[in-house]
């Protein structure tokens, strides 16, 4: 159920820029999710995210995670990672 929390809070502040208070948070609630669900494996991390990413003409191939989902979450991970660097694994 926490994936689907997070999916729900991604939806509500998916309008949000990538640099503000309710974005940066929830980039770390998805960081640390990441961390757990992967047990800290980076490339199957990026394995799994390159699997489950459609191509702009395709369906989500995971329920909830559209392209226009996708995007932000990359972004907002992004903006996160350059203004936290020492927190990266």
Same mark, same amino acid.
């Given at each position: 159920?926490e994936w689907a929390d997070i999916?729900?809070?991604?939806?509500?502040?998916k309008m949000e820029p990538p640099?503000?208070?309710?974005?940066?948070?929830?980039?770390?609630?998805?960081?640390?999710?990441?961390?757990?669900?992967?047990?800290?494996?980076? $490339?199957l991390a990026e394995k799994y &995210?390159?699997?489950?990413? @459609?191509? #702009?003409? !395709?369906?989500?191939?995971?329920?909830?995670?559209?392209?226009?989902?996708?995007?932000?979450? $990359?972004?907002?991970?992004?903006? &996160?990672?350059?203004?936290? @660097?020492? #927190?990266? !694994?």
């Amino acid at each position: 159920m926490e994936w689907a929390d997070i999916l729900k809070a991604i939806h509500t502040c998916k309008m949000e820029p990538p640099d503000s208070e309710a974005s940066r948070l929830l980039a770390i609630r998805i960081s640390d999710y990441a961390e757990r669900t992967f047990q800290g494996n980076a $490339e199957l991390a990026e394995k799994y &995210w390159d699997y489950i990413t @459609p191509e #702009d003409d !395709q369906s989500a191939r995971v329920y909830g995670m559209t392209t226009d989902t996708m995007r932000y979450i $990359e972004m907002i991970l992004d903006r &996160w990672a350059v203004q936290n @660097p020492d #927190d990266q !694994q």
